[in-house]
């Protein structure tokens, strides 16, 4: 019997955090261009649902590799100042109490509930389109807009899959289309505005619109979700009673973000032949690289050819517990980073603070788990008895 040929993956996967690191700091020879490109093929019937809304992601912010890229992040870097960002602190720990209030309301009525939903879901979506003058509304929609797109471009979807995806992502950029509309000629400040003056046309509003609605706000939720799961679990550094104070939730939530963020692997491409830590890579290689732990698995590393044939690394994994690379780092690095961490820590104090006596009732939940995000689904809780 014929032996297979041995697993490869599409990408040079980079995990030595200096490597990393230098790999970020070189966008002219490692171009993110890729980085919101899908990672499964889009498949026929999914590609004409998208073309029949004239679904188009032009370059703008993430995956811009032209010299426009410094002019439009200073336009939206404007709304994310650490003064800004300070500010909101009231704004996130109203919400945070609003929402352990509904959870403790819920937990009256019903044996468990999950903290996914009744805590971490929404208040990231409120501050991010308070943050950028946006309406509030269609919260919901624009939760599931987000996981479903999520999956879309870093999933591996069947074509049956993609097709329910495409109609989801469809319905959402004519949603956004609408919001730009209304925003450019709205009164007061916002960002489509800002950026209209200077000179965005409408698909570069409704691209960069497109990600910074699901990475403002879905990934902070999902860093909230895996810490409090993390608390209750019982394997955060700190207890679930530390975590009600300032320093206890930092703590925790920076443990998170160094072993297991939400975002732990970001992609580049070689735009030309270029030497990595000594090596050749080829024009065209697609990297993968690890920011942050993550937990490798079939789903979450496709195995496929790789360009020029190079193979996954193999040997013992060694997460990297550089939490300065969470985010990024040079050029690129994500704007809202301050924000998110704030978001999360005043979430996950208020929330222990509030709620002392939750015991976690499902400890092996289903996980988000693609190329670049990962989460627990749901966080289940019930109240210990007193």
Not at 68 to 85: N, S
Not at 149 to 176: I, N
Request: net charge neutral; aromatic share 6%.
């Amino acid at each position: 019997m014929e032996t297979p040929a041995p697993a490869r993956c599409p990408y040079l996967v980079v995990r030595d955090p200096a490597a990393v690191r230098d790999v970020l700091h070189r966008p002219a020879e490692f171009s993110p261009a890729n980085a919101l490109v899908a990672v499964t093929s889009l498949a026929g019937p999914a590609l004409r649902v998208l073309q029949r809304v004239r679904f188009a992601l032009p370059p703008v912010l993430a995956s811009n590799d032209t010299d426009t890229h410094a002019g439009i992040r200073k336009v939206v870097a404007g709304y994310f100042t650490p003064a800004t960002v300070a500010a909101l602190e009231p704004r996130i720990r109203q919400l945070a109490r609003e929402a352990a209030a509904r959870t403790a309301a819920q937990l009256d009525r019903s044996p468990a509930v999950d903290l996914v939903q009744t805590v971490a879901a929404f208040p990231p979506a409120v501050i991010m389109l308070e943050l950028l003058g946006l309406p509030v509304r269609d919260l919901a929609a624009l939760k599931q807009w987000g996981l479903d797109s999520m999956e879309l471009f870093w999933g591996w979807p069947d074509e049956t899959r993609q097709l329910e995806l495409a109609h989801s992502a469809a319905g959402f950029y004519l949603w956004l289309r609408r919001l730009v509309a209304d925003s450019v000629t709205a009164p007061g400040r916002n960002l489509f505005k800002s950026l209209a003056d200077h000179g965005l046309s409408t698909p570069e509003l409704c691209s960069l619109g497109y990600f910074l609605l699901i990475a403002g706000q879905e990934t902070t939720t999902q860093l909230i979700s895996t810490t409090l799961f993390r608390l209750l679990q019982g394997s955060a550094p700190v207890d679930w009673e530390d975590a009600a104070s300032p320093a206890g939730a930092r703590a925790t939530v920076r443990h998170v973000l160094a072993t297991e963020s939400s975002v732990p692997t970001w992609r580049r491409v070689a735009a030309q032949d270029t030497a990595l830590g000594g090596k050749l890579i080829p024009a065209g290689t697609e990297i993968l690289l690890e920011l942050t732990g993550n937990h490798e698995t079939p789903e979450v590393l496709p195995m496929q050819a790789a360009p020029g044939g190079m193979p996954l690394q193999t040997g013992p994994r060694t997460p990297s517990t550089a939490y300065g690379l969470v985010f990024g780092s040079g050029i690129h690095r994500c704007i809202g980073a301050k924000l998110a961490e704030l978001e999360a820590a005043v979430m996950v104090q208020e929330t222990a603070a509030a709620l002392p006596h939750l015991q976690l009732q499902d400890r092996e939940p289903e996980w988000i788990r693609l190329l670049s995000f990962q989460a627990p689904r749901t966080v289940t809780v019930r109240n210990t008895p007193c």
